[in-house]
């Protein structure tokens, strides 16, 4: 009788109880990281739209030079003019002259010359710092010499 | 007689035995069990409330980004493809004629000849405009005309005074091939709220040569 009445009230072994904890901290522990990733995601994309426009402005600004030398060369040597006015190699300083001060950004812009001599390669580089490291978007475009000499 | 005694006895410690084993809860494992599941609900029910307010909040910053990307990337393109560039100085009346290209810095709208527009007509100009916090545009005359404009920036997005435009090598024979910088400077507020400051700059080289 007593032993069968021990049976009965028998509860949750140690082993149940801490496998039953686990799984419900497990679950809740998923829904919060949902959670927090999206709203670090949410801010990753605020950043990612503002260096995306800057990437695409510094390769707007290579193309505005390239532009300006060939229309104001009059015997077509404003690919000649265009180039000379180019970084070595890559350089960060190489900003549009109006509002260069983006906080938290920075671009370098590199250009490559490999091509031959009527075609230049403009990478353009925007990093910032956030969250646990560096991110970064990277535009780029070949130019074209359409003139002829 | 001795032996019914002794069934009608049996039989009431039987049921006593059936009493005992079909006991219910007592009052102190009744509470502690309500107890539990009030803690287990409330804290659940918190978490997901709080989660619920907070992926509304996430929905409505991306939807209000969205917007602001929308009307960067509409002027940016338009702007590129477009020419003969007139600035409107900011906090000045809106002009009504904006066919004759200029140069300026700190422009609070920028006016131009659209890349389906004809040069001769000089009353198919587009505008675009920072007023009162907010992006307005036109597509059509009469420019002086506030009522002309759509706004194209919500209500949650406040434009501060140092957004603007800023265009160069605009004027007709200068040499030069015109290039025109958009800033916006400014805070989001989504409605619950939550206020975060953005900063876009973009820049845009006319794509027609300027000959």
Redesign the interface.
């Known amino acids: 009788m007593m032993k069968k009445n021990n049976k009965l009230n028998k509860g949750f072994t140690l082993v149940e109880t801490l496998v039953a904890i686990s799984i419900f901290t497990m679950s809740i522990l998923g829904l919060m990281s949902i959670l927090a990733s999206s709203i670090s995601d949410i801010n990753y994309a605020k950043q990612k739209i503002a260096a995306s426009y800057l990437a695409q402005e510094g390769i707007e600004y290579v193309r505005n030079l390239r532009d300006t030398a060939i229309i104001s060369s009059v015997d077509g040597t404003g690919w000649t003019t265009f180039k000379a006015l180019l970084p070595p190699s890559s350089d960060s300083s190489f900003y549009p002259p109006d509002g260069s001060t983006f906080p938290n950004f920075t671009r370098t812009i590199s250009v490559d010359t490999t091509f031959g001599p009527d075609e230049i390669k403009i990478t353009s580089d925007v990093s910032w710092t956030q969250g646990s490291g560096d991110k970064h978007i990277i535009f780029s475009e070949n130019l074209y010499n359409w003139t002829e000499e | 007689m001795k032996l019914f005694f002794k069934k009608i006895i049996n039989k009431n410690n039987k049921g006593r035995k059936a009493l005992v084993e079909m006991r219910g809860y007592t009052l102190i494992e009744t509470m502690i069990a309500v107890a539990l599941f009030l803690i287990v609900i409330t804290t659940g029910l918190g978490?997901l409330l709080s989660?619920n307010s907070?992926?509304k909040k996430?929905q409505d910053?991306?939807s209000i980004?969205d917007n602001?990307?929308f009307a960067?990337e509409d002027m940016?393109r338009n702007i590129?493809t477009g020419y003969n560039f007139v600035c409107i100085v900011g906090g000045s009346p809106l002009p009504s004629d904006v066919s004759t290209p200029n140069n300026f810095?700190n422009c609070g709208g920028i006016a131009f000849e659209s890349g389906t527009g004809r040069i001769s007509d000089p009353l198919d100009q587009w505008v675009y405009y920072i007023s009162n916090n907010r992006i307005f545009k036109t597509t059509k005359s009469p420019y002086d005309d506030s009522s002309n404009y759509i706004q194209l920036t919500p209500d949650e997005i406040n434009i501060d005074a140092a957004s603007g435009f800023?265009v160069?090598?605009a004027e007709p024979g200068d040499?030069?091939?015109p290039?025109i910088?958009i800033?916006l400077v400014g805070t989001i507020t989504t409605p619950q709220g939550v206020s975060?400051p953005?900063?876009?700059?973009?820049?845009?080289?006319?794509r027609i040569?300027?000959?």
Do not use: C, E, I, P
């Open positions: 978490a989660a907070l992926q996430s910053m991306r980004l602001l990307n960067m940016s590129r810095h800023v160069t090598g040499g030069k091939q290039f910088t800033k975060t953005f900063y876009l700059q973009t820049s845009v080289s006319q040569m300027d000959m």
